[in-house]
């Protein structure tokens, strides 16, 4: 049998559309999935709305003559020495040492935006490298490793956070901000390892890995070539999903008074400061609260997405059909 | 057929256990798997040598121990004469392109995030034979050559079905321009309509390339088709090996000839005068192998020297010197087993594996 | 079996063990200066001094760690710096409130997490099931302390839910017990009510999937039956697993709930005591506290080996 004769029998059982010779890429077609998610897409658009406010609040403070830490007694509280609610002068009310609450919200949304995405891609970062080194290295150093990443999640992490940031904060080795987020981080790397750890483990077992084995590939190739892409949409929907966890315990310790230093604001911190005077003020509680849970609420929401795009074997949780 | 000296790959007392571990921080060893348990054996340059035997059997292990995937635990394996088994880090790698696999699971064989160029060019990257242009090129060669479409470069391995991705791992194990090549079940994950396409693609990429090949099946009729000699493996040994002309007609070993009185025969005439012999009871556990012939447990023949004394690999009373058969009492031509064990129950040892798309 | 329960209670201890030690370590480190608390911002150099001698505290660390271990293994967990009670009776004081409210939020959460997630699992795909979806959703991003203080502003103030003045703070365990627990309960649960819908939801599907209910409904039963009698006991087992780890776990995050409504529990206790510095008391807590997590997981270990003898192995 000659080669030609080969090739007619192996006609592709499949007649797939003869014009597309490059192949629709998993991420293309993620993407496609992901733009026919209507609850996802309006979750991004309000995040993008969010940054914006964010990048804003230089501006806001400019414009309506309010930097974020200035007090201003006359104009922002009454003559009972209340703070003035939603006017014309401060938009969104001012708060009990009479500052301006949008302005304060603006720059509560940075650090919201930049604790929740940074202390998560860290957190992801580590357990990635912490999880794909146990996994893959195995024998003494996995052991180590994995009983490591347990002691972590045996920790009551909300007590030892607290305990962290506070001792921390005073011998101030780093600024608030900075410290607030390699906390966040250490507590939620051990979880996203644990994970990955076990992917890897499986991943590792895959013929793929032993066939590239077979053909002479070196360690590190195998991790690069072959087990770490097959991690990424994991990895992708993991973080996305951390977010909004990492952007909750850090207006967490904030509230407590242990997060992002004041005169700084955070959501957290406006929540906390304000908690006394919501009986009388009560946009000290609405303001930071309906902003926290948008921002929440749209990264969960965006995070369930990706996940629906990336592995449409899973179940939808929520949205069309 | 080509003389004695003529050997490509050879193994002497090939072993291979797997120690299961237990404890918290010191993992103490609790017991070993018995994969492979004393295996010789060895394969001509230019013919293929098939090896079957029911899942279990340890035919998958010894396919790893011959490619230097799996550390042995004992023995020793000649390559063209070197000893793989000491090899070097590079001496391991050229070894490597002269040795390629074809794996049975055409799903889990091929890494789903990459296109099916770059896993076919894998081996041009590793080795670093070609860069660019030029291994796009010989890539696309290669997939004509296993009758692919070279216009399907830069797809996904999901894209194609069953069939033709084994094709791709065909390509894949070409490609360093191999000596030996070892074929792990290649087919029993695919249709049945489709294991014909891919069994001649073998046999003629054999003639056309001069290639060695270690088949490796459970499936009896197809090793028949492929083979040039056929070793039957269980429980981790050898217990018989000749020409597939020999083994298939005056069957040796008890074991043999019951995997045979199982498999299906196309002659009606034929089939109604077989026997089917039945084996009682299961595969023993490769942790605890059977004393003696690991066989006796399941034997027909079995007798008390069995129990304490293990057979050695030797060729028969009546036998040529090339069908060898470990067993005490083998069976003779024209004896009737079926009547100790009466029906048939050979259990499908099909592995369990996602439908082959359409 | 006893093997299997020696060697998890030996993992336990060791757990415990290395919990206290880096808290100890750490507080050694990096330590809250406990004799400005105590001395006030006026005290002299000689006062301090005279402080951190009566604590203790200018031994060096291996010696007050040997010491703090020694009285540990007799279950003394040492005497508060800043009033000097015991820390032990100090941690029995708080404690009741503490594991009042998170039995209370416990039971409302597994009921209402499990009623929800069977609701929702029961209608897949329908509307129940998606405004269920979407109360998850909600669920799963509000932070308890936001709940804790929005309940708050609804009940306890004039601009709240038509002027009802319902809560007021005070320890619920002298009186007006259920008036003073039930906001703290809902705050608390509210979160894991909805990880619980979301996780009895995916269970019960997974299993109304399997060939046995398929088998159920074949043979003729009716669906409350089959959904009730067949389903949901399979599908349980993982969620009341995941129970008993989440119950350990809770004690030691009620801080939040217990700061917003007032409530003197272990989780006010050790946050005032992180802010003074009070080590001994800092360490007790985190202790009582990871014991909790650890018996918690203990327990559900040992009562899945019963059920399941080949995790004995892993």
Same mark, same amino acid.
């Given at each position: 049998?000659?080669?030609?004769?080969?090739?007619?029998?192996?006609?592709?059982?499949?007649?797939?559309?003869?014009?597309?010779?490059?192949?629709?890429?998993?991420?293309?077609?993620? +993407?496609?999935?992901?733009?026919?998610?209507?609850?996802?897409?309006?979750? @991004?658009?309000?995040?993008?709305?969010?940054?914006?406010?964010? &990048?804003?609040?230089?501006? +806001?403070?400019?414009?309506?003559?309010?930097?974020?830490?200035?007090?201003?007694?006359?104009?922002?509280?009454?003559?009972?020495?209340?703070?003035?609610?939603?006017?014309?002068?401060?938009?969104?009310?001012?708060?009990?040492?009479?500052?301006?609450?949008?302005?304060?919200?603006?720059?509560?949304?940075?650090?919201?935006?930049?604790?929740?995405?940074?202390?998560?891609?860290?957190?992801?970062?580590?357990?990635?490298?912490?999880?794909?080194?146990?996994?893959?290295?195995?024998?003494?150093?996995?052991? /180590?490793?994995?009983?490591?990443?347990?002691?972590?999640?045996?920790?009551?992490?909300?007590?030892?956070?607290?305990?962290? &940031?506070?001792?921390?904060?005073?011998?101030?080795?780093?600024?608030?901000?900075? /410290?607030?987020? $390699?906390?966040?981080?250490?507590?939620?790397?051990?979880?996203?390892?644990?994970?990955?750890?076990?992917?890897?483990?499986?991943?590792?077992?895959?013929?793929?890995?032993?066939? &590239?084995?077979?053909?002479?590939?070196?360690?590190?190739?195998?991790?690069?070539?072959?087990?770490?892409?097959?991690?990424?949409?994991?990895?992708?929907?993991?973080?996305?999903?951390?977010?909004?966890?990492?952007?909750?315990?850090?207006?967490?310790?904030?509230?407590?008074?242990?997060?992002?230093?004041?005169?700084?604001?955070?959501?957290?911190?406006?929540?906390?400061?304000?908690?006394?005077?919501?009986?009388?003020?009560?946009?000290?509680?609405?303001?930071?609260?309906? #902003?926290?849970?948008?921002?929440?609420?749209?990264?969960?929401?965006?995070?369930?997405?990706?996940?629906?795009?990336?592995?449409?074997?899973?179940?939808?949780?929520?949205?069309?059909? | 057929?080509?003389?004695?000296?003529?050997?490509?790959?050879?193994?002497?007392? !090939?072993?291979?256990?797997?120690?299961?571990?237990?404890?918290?921080?010191?993992?103490?060893?609790?017991?070993? !798997?018995?994969?492979?348990?004393?295996?010789?054996?060895?394969?001509?340059?230019?013919?293929?040598?098939?090896?079957?035997?029911?899942?279990?059997?340890?035919?998958?292990?010894?396919?790893?121990?011959?490619?230097?995937? *799996?550390?042995?635990?004992?023995?020793?394996?000649?390559?063209?004469?070197?000893?793989?088994?000491?090899?070097?880090?590079?001496?391991?790698?050229?070894?490597?392109?002269?040795?390629?696999?074809?794996?049975?699971?055409?799903?889990?064989?091929?890494?789903?995030?990459?296109?099916?160029?770059?896993?076919?060019?894998?081996?041009?990257? $590793?080795?670093? #034979?070609?860069?660019?242009?030029?291994?796009?090129?010989?890539?696309?060669?290669?997939?004509?050559?296993?009758?692919?479409?070279?216009?399907?470069?830069?797809?996904?391995?999901?894209?194609?079905?069953?069939?033709?991705?084994?094709?791709?791992?065909?390509?894949?194990?070409?490609?360093?321009?191999?000596?030996?090549?070892?074929?792990?079940?290649?087919?029993?994950?695919?249709?049945?309509?489709?294991?014909?396409?891919?069994?001649?693609?073998?046999?003629?990429?054999?003639?056309?390339?001069?290639?060695?090949?270690?088949?490796?099946?459970?499936?009896?009729?197809?090793?028949?088709?492929?083979?040039?000699?056929?070793?039957?493996?269980?429980?981790?040994?050898?217990?018989?090996?000749?020409?597939?002309?020999?083994?298939?007609?005056?069957?040796?070993?008890?074991?043999?000839?019951?995997?045979?009185?199982?498999?299906?025969?196309?002659?009606?005439?034929?089939?109604?005068?077989?026997?089917?012999?039945?084996?009682?009871?299961?595969?023993?556990?490769?942790?605890?192998?059977?004393?003696?012939?690991?066989?006796?447990?399941?034997?027909?023949?079995?007798?008390?020297?069995?129990?304490?004394?293990?057979?050695?690999?030797?060729?028969?009373?009546?036998?040529?010197?090339? *069908?060898?058969?470990?067993?005490?009492?083998?069976?003779?031509?024209?004896?009737?087993? &079926?009547?100790?064990?009466?029906?048939?129950?050979?259990?499908?040892?099909?592995?369990?594996?996602?439908?082959?798309?359409? | 079996?006893?093997?299997?329960?020696?060697?998890?209670?030996?993992?336990?201890?060791?757990?415990?063990?290395?919990?206290?030690?880096?808290?100890?370590?750490?507080? *050694?480190?990096?330590?809250?200066?406990?004799?400005?608390?105590?001395?006030?911002?006026?005290?002299?150099?000689?006062?301090?001094?005279?402080?951190?001698?009566?604590?203790?505290?200018?031994?060096?660390?291996?010696?007050?760690?040997?010491?703090?271990?020694?009285? #540990?293994?007799?279950?003394?967990?040492?005497?508060?710096?800043?009033?000097?009670?015991?820390?032990?009776?100090?941690?029995?004081?708080?404690?009741?409130?503490?594991? +009042?409210?998170?039995?209370?939020?416990?039971?409302?959460?597994?009921?209402?997490?499990?009623?929800?997630?069977?609701?929702?699992?029961?209608?897949?795909?329908?509307?129940?099931?998606?405004?269920?979806?979407?109360?998850?959703?909600?669920?799963?991003?509000?932070?308890?302390?936001?709940?804790?203080?929005?309940?708050?502003?609804?009940?306890?103030?004039?601009?709240?839910?038509?002027?009802?003045? +319902?809560?007021?703070?005070?320890?619920?365990?002298?009186?007006?017990?259920?008036?003073?627990?039930?906001?703290?309960?809902?705050?608390?649960?509210?979160?894991?009510?909805?990880?619980?819908?979301?996780?009895?939801?995916?269970?019960?599907?997974?299993? @109304?999937?399997?060939?046995?209910?398929?088998?159920?409904?074949?043979?003729?039963?009716?669906?409350?039956?089959?959904?009730?009698?067949?389903?949901?006991?399979?599908?349980?087992?993982?969620?009341?697993?995941?129970?008993?780890?989440?119950?350990?776990? @809770?004690?030691?995050?009620?801080?939040?709930?217990?700061?917003?409504?007032?409530?003197?529990?272990?989780?006010?206790?050790?946050?005032?005591?992180?802010?003074?510095?009070?080590?001994?008391? $800092?360490?007790?807590?985190?202790?009582?506290?990871? #014991?909790?997590?650890?018996?918690?997981?203990?327990?559900?270990?040992?009562?899945?080996?019963?059920?399941?003898?080949?995790?004995?192995?892993?």
């Amino acid at each position: 049998m000659s080669y030609s004769d080969l090739q007619a029998e192996a006609v592709p059982v499949e007649p797939g559309p003869a014009a597309s010779v490059r192949g629709r890429s998993p991420f293309r077609l993620a +993407w496609a999935r992901f733009r026919r998610d209507k609850l996802a897409v309006v979750s @991004l658009v309000v995040l993008a709305l969010m940054v914006a406010f964010a &990048a804003m609040a230089p501006l +806001w403070a400019s414009w309506t003559g309010h930097p974020y830490d200035a007090t201003f007694p006359k104009t922002a509280l009454d003559v009972d020495g209340q703070p003035v609610g939603p006017s014309r002068h401060f938009w969104l009310g001012a708060d009990q040492l009479g500052r301006d609450v949008l302005v304060r919200a603006a720059y509560g949304a940075r650090i919201s935006l930049i604790v929740g995405v940074v202390a998560s891609v860290l957190a992801s970062l580590l357990g990635v490298a912490v999880g794909t080194l146990a996994g893959f290295v195995g024998g003494w150093l996995d052991t /180590l490793l994995a009983r490591l990443m347990d002691l972590t999640l045996a920790l009551p992490y909300l007590l030892v956070a607290i305990m962290l &940031a506070t001792t921390f904060q005073i011998s101030s080795v780093f600024s608030s901000l900075t /410290l607030t987020i $390699i906390v966040i981080a250490f507590f939620s790397f051990a979880a996203f390892g644990r994970i990955i750890r076990g992917q890897v483990l499986s991943l590792k077992e895959k013929e793929f890995v032993e066939a &590239a084995r077979s053909l002479g590939a070196g360690n590190l190739r195998i991790m690069f070539v072959d087990v770490l892409p097959n991690l990424v949409a994991q990895v992708t929907v993991l973080t996305s999903l951390l977010i909004p966890t990492s952007i909750v315990f850090e207006a967490t310790l904030s509230f407590l008074g242990v997060g992002v230093r004041l005169p700084m604001p955070s959501w957290g911190s406006m929540l906390g400061e304000g908690s006394d005077v919501f009986q009388t003020a009560w946009w000290l509680l609405a303001v930071p609260a309906i #902003l926290l849970l948008l921002t929440t609420l749209s990264f969960n929401l965006l995070g369930d997405g990706i996940r629906d795009a990336l592995d449409p074997r899973s179940e939808r949780l929520i949205g069309k059909r | 057929m080509t003389g004695e000296d003529d050997v490509l790959v050879a193994a002497e007392g !090939v072993v291979k256990h797997f120690p299961i571990r237990q404890g918290i921080v010191f993992k103490k060893e609790i017991a070993r !798997v018995h994969a492979v348990d004393g295996v010789d054996l060895s394969v001509r340059r230019g013919e293929t040598l098939g090896i079957v035997g029911e899942t279990g059997s340890g035919k998958s292990t010894l396919a790893r121990c011959l490619t230097g995937l *799996h550390p042995v635990t004992a023995g020793r394996i000649f390559f063209e004469g070197t000893d793989i088994t000491r090899l070097s880090r590079a001496g391991l790698k050229a070894f490597r392109r002269d040795v390629q696999m074809i794996f049975q699971d055409p799903y889990g064989s091929l890494n789903p995030r990459r296109r099916v160029g770059s896993i076919i060019g894998d081996p041009f990257a $590793i080795h670093g #034979l070609a860069d660019g242009a030029e291994r796009r090129r010989r890539v696309q060669e290669l997939m004509e050559l296993v009758g692919l479409n070279p216009e399907h470069y830069n797809r996904f391995p999901a894209e194609f079905s069953g069939g033709q991705r084994q094709r791709i791992g065909v390509a894949r194990a070409l490609a360093v321009r191999p000596r030996l090549v070892v074929c792990d079940e290649p087919v029993s994950a695919l249709d049945v309509s489709i294991q014909a396409q891919v069994i001649n693609l073998l046999r003629d990429l054999q003639t056309e390339l001069g290639l060695t090949y270690i088949f490796i099946a459970h499936d009896l009729s197809v090793v028949r088709y492929v083979s040039d000699r056929v070793a039957v493996m269980y429980l981790g040994r050898i217990v018989e090996s000749a020409p597939a002309s020999g083994l298939y007609g005056r069957p040796r070993h008890p074991y043999s000839a019951a995997l045979l009185s199982a498999a299906s025969i196309a002659d009606p005439d034929e089939a109604a005068r077989a026997e089917r012999i039945v084996l009682t009871g299961d595969v023993p556990s490769p942790i605890d192998p059977p004393s003696g012939c690991r066989f006796h447990p399941r034997c027909p023949k079995a007798q008390d020297r069995c129990t304490v004394e293990d057979p050695p690999l030797v060729p028969r009373a009546g036998d040529p010197s090339d *069908h060898v058969t470990a067993c005490h009492f083998p069976v003779e031509p024209g004896e009737r087993l &079926a009547r100790r064990e009466a029906g048939i129950a050979q259990v499908s040892t099909d592995p369990d594996l996602p439908e082959a798309a359409p | 079996m006893l093997r299997f329960v020696i060697r998890r209670l030996l993992y336990a201890v060791l757990v415990l063990w290395l919990v206290s030690t880096l808290v100890f370590v750490f507080l *050694h480190v990096s330590p809250v200066p406990v004799e400005r608390v105590i001395g006030g911002p006026r005290a002299t150099t000689d006062t301090l001094a005279q402080i951190r001698r009566n604590l203790g505290l200018d031994q060096p660390a291996i010696v007050q760690y040997g010491q703090w271990l020694g009285r #540990l293994v007799r279950g003394d967990l040492g005497d508060s710096y800043v009033n000097g009670t015991s820390v032990t009776s100090l941690i029995a004081d708080r404690l009741p409130t503490t594991l +009042w409210l998170v039995f209370g939020a416990g039971v409302l959460w597994f009921v209402g997490g499990v009623a929800t997630g069977v609701f929702s699992a029961t209608r897949a795909r329908g509307l129940g099931d998606r405004v269920a979806t979407l109360f998850v959703l909600v669920g799963l991003s509000t932070p308890p302390f936001v709940m804790a203080l929005v309940l708050l502003f609804l009940f306890s103030t004039e601009l709240g839910l038509a002027g009802i003045h +319902w809560f007021e703070a005070g320890p619920p365990l002298q009186e007006h017990f259920l008036q003073r627990m039930v906001l703290p309960w809902i705050a608390l649960a509210f979160l894991m009510i909805a990880t619980y819908t979301r996780l009895t939801r995916g269970s019960m599907l997974d299993v @109304l999937g399997e060939d046995y209910i398929r088998t159920a409904r074949a043979k003729g039963l009716s669906e409350r039956r089959v959904v009730y009698r067949h389903g949901l006991r399979a599908a349980l087992t993982p969620v009341v697993t995941q129970f008993g780890i989440d119950l350990g776990a @809770l004690i030691g995050s009620t801080i939040v709930t217990e700061k917003v409504f007032g409530l003197q529990g272990v989780g006010q206790l050790v946050y005032q005591s992180i802010a003074l510095g009070d080590t001994p008391v $800092i360490i007790g807590v985190t202790l009582v506290v990871t #014991l909790f997590v650890v018996a918690a997981n203990l327990l559900v270990d040992i009562g899945y080996s019963f059920l399941d003898p080949r995790v004995r192995l892993a």
